[in-house]
């Protein structure tokens, strides 16, 4: 089974374009997350959706990202304008409500770098 | 508030010695509590869970954690490490009924031939 998909894979662009990064959860998952990672703040999770709805954008940093997912097999997560501060490695995950304990399913990332 | 703890950034091991990872955690009730490995330029990998029962949980490539829930504490252990456990090890907790899972700010572990 495919497992997420991400892409890009690597992103460099320069400071005050749109940068836009696509997830592709699972099949059948109906819980997708996006975090970023860097080496001063770790593992972060900007927002996470259940059902295609958008349950919890607290950790959206600013006004600058934001977050969509149109059907349950993809979402996005735009930044615009980028900064460089912005530069890190956002995931994707998801995973399946259930009984128990309920994994988190990751993709390999996509490295932002914004010069 | 959750929190998590790894107290130890970066361990080196040889390769055959046994491993400990340590994790602490900060929650009121009985949390969820996991083990993610990261290898280098890859996403997270699910190695073992815990949420009740026996608090000695077996996981993949060879890992077990232990819950004790007197110390906070959520060790990862390997009897014998491979050169290819190399990577970065996170402890992840969230708590029951939300998808908040906090992480803890990894081990990077270093293995010698």
């Known amino acids: 089974d495919a497992g997420v998909i991400q892409s890009p894979r690597h992103e460099v662009t320069e400071m005050g374009q749109e940068v836009t990064l696509r997830c592709k959860p699972i099949?059948?998952?109906?819980?997708l997350f996006w975090y970023r990672q860097t080496m001063m703040r770790g593992l972060e999770l900007l927002i996470y959706?259940?059902?295609?709805?958008?349950?919890?954008d607290s950790g959206m940093p600013e006004d600058r990202f934001s977050a969509k997912m149109p059907n349950a097999s993809f979402s996005t997560l735009k930044i615009q304008p980028s900064e460089p501060r912005d530069s890190a490695v956002y995931f994707c995950?998801?995973?399946?409500?259930?009984?128990?304990?309920?994994?988190?399913?990751f993709g390999e990332g996509s490295r932002l770098t914004v010069l | 508030a959750q929190s998590v703890t790894q107290p130890d950034i970066h361990i080196t091991v040889s390769e055959g010695a046994s491993l400990e990872l340590r994790c602490n955690y900060s929650?009121?009730?009985?949390?969820?509590l996991f083990w993610y490995v990261q290898s280098p330029g890859q996403g997270l990998q699910l190695l073992l869970k815990?949420?009740?029962?026996?608090?000695l949980v077996q996981g993949i490539k060879g890992f077990e954690a232990e819950f004790k829930r007197s110390q906070s504490s959520f060790n990862l252990r390997k009897p014998s490490v491979h050169w290819s456990d190399a990577a970065e090890y996170f402890c992840?907790?969230?708590?029951?009924?939300?998808?908040?899972?906090?992480f803890g700010t990894g081990t990077r572990l270093k293995v010698l031939a």
């Open positions: 929650y009121g009730a009985t949390p969820y």
């Open positions: 959706f259940n059902n295609n709805v958008p349950i919890d």
């Open positions: 815990y949420f009740s029962g026996d608090t």
């Open positions: 995950a998801s995973s399946l409500q259930g009984t128990g304990v309920r994994e988190l399913f």
């Open positions: 099949s059948g998952h109906d819980y």
């Open positions: 992840a907790v969230g708590a029951s009924g939300t998808y908040k899972y906090i």
